[in-house]
């Protein structure tokens, strides 16, 4: 497996081994020593999975409060996503910069989410299912968001007209949010 840093401060991109012949594939997406051997120890206590039907549909940019601020990591195992994280760290060298990714089941990219980090993505194709690990149970009181067409972050999203959930359409700037969170980097 591939450890490759991004341009944000304690974000990573993941590319896993993968061993493919006539039969199909085979990839090892975790393994929690071979993580620790690279810097990296998470405790995930739960797996997430998420269909999007339709093509331009944006969820997010979400984020957890402390003390449930939440360390992801994403795969997308049908589809394709445009995937893009932001660092809301007050102190950070990166606050409110952002990054965009392609995750698909072709590339079989993994992100790694640092908490105090909002994220969010946007379907490229049809029927779209993303699956995740989370290292803190999700709690509906901590749960907040920055809205995904913040002018200040200025994100290129691939549509113009994207499908967003009620709660989505109603998240404030980053300017107007009190994120709570303070650069401590792990690097």
């Known amino acids: 497996m591939k450890f490759i840093k991004t341009s944000l401060v304690d974000a990573y991109i993941f590319e896993p081994d993968v061993f493919g012949d006539h039969r199909g594939f085979f990839t090892e997406t975790y393994n929690a020593r071979l993580f620790k051997e690279n810097g990296f120890s998470f405790d995930f206590i739960q797996d997430n999975h998420s269909l999007s039907v339709e093509t331009g549909t944006i969820r997010g ?99 113009s007209n994207p499908i967003l959930s009620e709660k989505d359409k109603k998240h404030p700037h980053l300017t107007d949010v009190d994120c709570q969170f303070t650069f401590k980097s792990k690097e």
């Open 61 to 159: 940019l979400h984020y957890q409060l402390d003390p449930y601020a939440q360390t992801k990591l994403l795969r997308v195992t049908k589809g394709a996503v445009y995937d893009v994280i932001v660092d809301i760290r007050t102190g950070s060298p990166t606050y409110g910069k952002w990054e965009g990714f392609i995750l698909s089941e072709d590339n079989k990219r993994q992100l790694l989410v640092p908490k105090g980090f909002a994220h969010g993505y946007c379907t490229l194709v049809q029927n779209t299912e993303v699956q995740y690990k989370v290292d803190n149970y999700y709690s509906p009181e901590h749960d907040r968001g920055i809205s995904w067409d913040d002018p200040q972050l200025n994100i290129p999203w691939p549509t």
